[in-house]
């Protein structure tokens, strides 16, 4: 389902025929539904990092490397994780209920009547919004994430603020980031295909509906955590890690 929304997405926008009023509408829903959660997740995520970290930098005697640590383990891990989840449990129910509620309808059986492409119709609008989203999410995970821990390293832990940054610039690098967006994306399309099978499978009325939304969180967040743990070991044996 996924090829096939991606094959008819970028079919349809070589010929104009792409709904983008629906991408549009999809896409500023996604927004509205996981910013301030993302926001929310992301300080206390940074602030638990900070503050693990300084704490275990502090007892070894290398609090230089503070910033790096904390830095480095908010871009390559928390920040996608973090964006699976909201995917998952903020725009991946909503869409599998959607979808769901119209299965239940006969609105997709009715549009299969009249020879319309539920994938091309329905499904693809849905997967160029969250691929358009995740990536702008991630970043705002990240950013929120380094600014909270920043704030608790400097004004609690007494870590000085250039050996904070001094030691993040050393070894993060472009590459983090964009390992981190590559993340977000697989785990968006992973998260989207998912709700969009399920919801256009759903049967058994309101039950059905709800089981549908509560297989999509479930499959959608246990699928990318195991993406995760591939993504991260094929990054470090050809991507190691290394001081700039």
């Known amino acids: 389902m996924a090829g ?146 920043y704030i608790i390293s400097v004004n609690v832990q007494g870590i000085t603020p250039g050996s904070y940054t001094a030691s993040f610039a050393s070894f993060a690098s472009v590459t983090d980031i964009v390992v981190a967006l590559i993340k977000s994306l697989v785990f968006g399309l992973v998260v989207v295909a998912i709700a969009c099978q399920r919801g256009l499978s759903t049967k058994g009325g309101p039950a059905g509906v709800a089981q549908s939304v509560n297989a999509t969180v479930v499959l959608g967040v246990v699928s990318c955590f195991i993406i995760n743990v591939v993504i991260t070991q094929l990054t470090t044996m050809f991507v190691p890690q290394s001081i700039g």
Do not use: H, Y
């Open 4 to 149: 096939q929304a991606l094959t008819w997405s970028v079919r349809d926008i070589a010929t104009g025929r792409f709904p983008i009023r629906e991408v549009i509408t999809q896409t500023w829903f996604v927004i509205t539904v996981t910013t301030l959660p993302a926001i929310l997740v992301a300080i206390p995520f940074g602030v638990i990092v900070s503050v693990q970290v300084g704490s275990l930098t502090q007892q070894v005697g290398a609090t230089s490397i503070a910033g790096a640590a904390g830095g480095l383990g908010i871009i390559q891990q928390g920040a996608p994780i973090v964006t699976a989840l909201l995917l998952g449990g903020a725009a991946g129910s909503a869409i599998a209920a959607d979808l769901g509620a119209r299965t239940i309808r006969e609105e997709i059986d009715a549009m299969e009547t009249l020879g319309l492409n539920p994938t091309r119709r329905v499904v693809a609008p849905r997967v160029v919004s969250v691929l358009l989203t995740a990536p702008m999410l991630c970043m705002l995970i990240v950013f929120t994430g380094l600014l909270a821990g």
